[in-house]
């Protein structure tokens, strides 16, 4: 059954549709090719399209048009940091700024390899981590995982299983902070005499290292090299 819904959504999704508690959740937190390789849809420079990045067109979410065009430069620069991990976030924003109004990605990933340029052999383009900081502020990726995550846990079963893929550090490290804090029981000082929290385990993890693809995968997928699956057990 197909729900077109967000994760966010979990919770009432399940209830909507009826389901009995879970054998396993699985977050894939990618994207689709065909919406990477779309222009009108804005998340690639290689094809110059608007600066959507929205993953729903319909919702209301804030095109990246409008973070791009109008936020103070300094929101600009912290955004791109906090979401792209960019070092060079104070440069990009001051020449976003000054190249205003910016309507394309083509124009903006031109912008940008202006300001910064590009080093030979350099494998990413200077304006990958841009985008993706605009996409991730777009679409509020990393807010929505954070929320989504316990409603998974909630919906498994005993012995259920939470799987989730993640595509960059960011998504990575909540969800490894968050297994790490399932897997906690008592949290009182420890000094308390006795355990006065209540607190007790929620999850399992299976995985302490992430699983990731092999170089047989990447070389017939070359998308899944930055790919990590983490597994956790509801207790």
Same mark, same amino acid.
């Given at each position: 059954q197909v729900l077109p819904m967000s994760y966010v959504q979990l919770t009432t999704a399940l209830r909507r549709a009826g389901f009995p508690p879970l054998d396993g959740v699985l977050f894939d937190l990618g994207f689709s090719s065909w919406q990477v390789d779309d222009p009108a849809r804005g998340f690639a420079f290689r094809a110059d399209g608007p600066l959507d990045m929205r993953f729903d067109p319909t919702g209301d979410d804030t095109p990246a048009s409008v973070l791009v065009n109008q936020l103070a430069e300094a929101e600009l620069a912290d955004l791109l940091r906090r979401y792209g991990e960019e070092p060079r976030s104070r440069r990009i924003a001051q020449a976003i700024v000054a190249a205003r109004p910016i309507r394309s990605t083509g124009h903006l990933a031109k912008v940008i390899e202006t300001a910064v340029g590009r080093t030979r052999g350099e494998r990413l383009?200077?304006?990958?981590? %841009?985008?993706?900081?605009?996409?991730?502020?777009?679409?509020?990726?990393?807010?929505?995982?954070?929320? =989504?995550?316990p409603q998974a846990v909630a919906a498994l079963r005993?012995?259920?299983?939470?799987?989730?893929?993640?595509?960059?550090?960011?998504?990575?490290?909540?969800?490894?902070?968050?297994?790490?804090?399932?897997?906690?029981?008592?949290?009182?000082?420890?000094?308390?005499?006795?355990?006065?929290?209540?607190?007790?385990?929620?999850?399992?993890?299976? %995985?302490?290292?992430?699983?990731?693809?092999?170089?047989?995968?990447? =070389?017939?997928?070359?998308?899944?090299?930055? =790919?990590?699956?983490?597994?956790?057990?509801?207790?």
């Amino acid at each position: 059954q197909v729900l077109p819904m967000s994760y966010v959504q979990l919770t009432t999704a399940l209830r909507r549709a009826g389901f009995p508690p879970l054998d396993g959740v699985l977050f894939d937190l990618g994207f689709s090719s065909w919406q990477v390789d779309d222009p009108a849809r804005g998340f690639a420079f290689r094809a110059d399209g608007p600066l959507d990045m929205r993953f729903d067109p319909t919702g209301d979410d804030t095109p990246a048009s409008v973070l791009v065009n109008q936020l103070a430069e300094a929101e600009l620069a912290d955004l791109l940091r906090r979401y792209g991990e960019e070092p060079r976030s104070r440069r990009i924003a001051q020449a976003i700024v000054a190249a205003r109004p910016i309507r394309s990605t083509g124009h903006l990933a031109k912008v940008i390899e202006t300001a910064v340029g590009r080093t030979r052999g350099e494998r990413l383009h200077p304006a990958t981590r %841009t985008f993706q900081a605009l996409r991730i502020a777009v679409n509020h990726e990393l807010e929505g995982l954070a929320e =989504a995550l316990p409603q998974a846990v909630a919906a498994l079963r005993s012995g259920g299983r939470l799987a989730i893929i993640t595509f960059h550090s960011l998504e990575d490290r909540i969800v490894k902070q968050f297994l790490k804090q399932e897997e906690r029981g008592c949290i009182c000082p420890p000094k308390a005499p006795v355990c006065t929290c209540g607190r007790v385990p929620t999850l399992q993890n299976i %995985t302490r290292k992430p699983i990731v693809p092999s170089a047989e995968e990447v =070389a017939a997928n070359p998308r899944s090299r930055s =790919a990590k699956l983490r597994v956790a057990e509801k207790l």
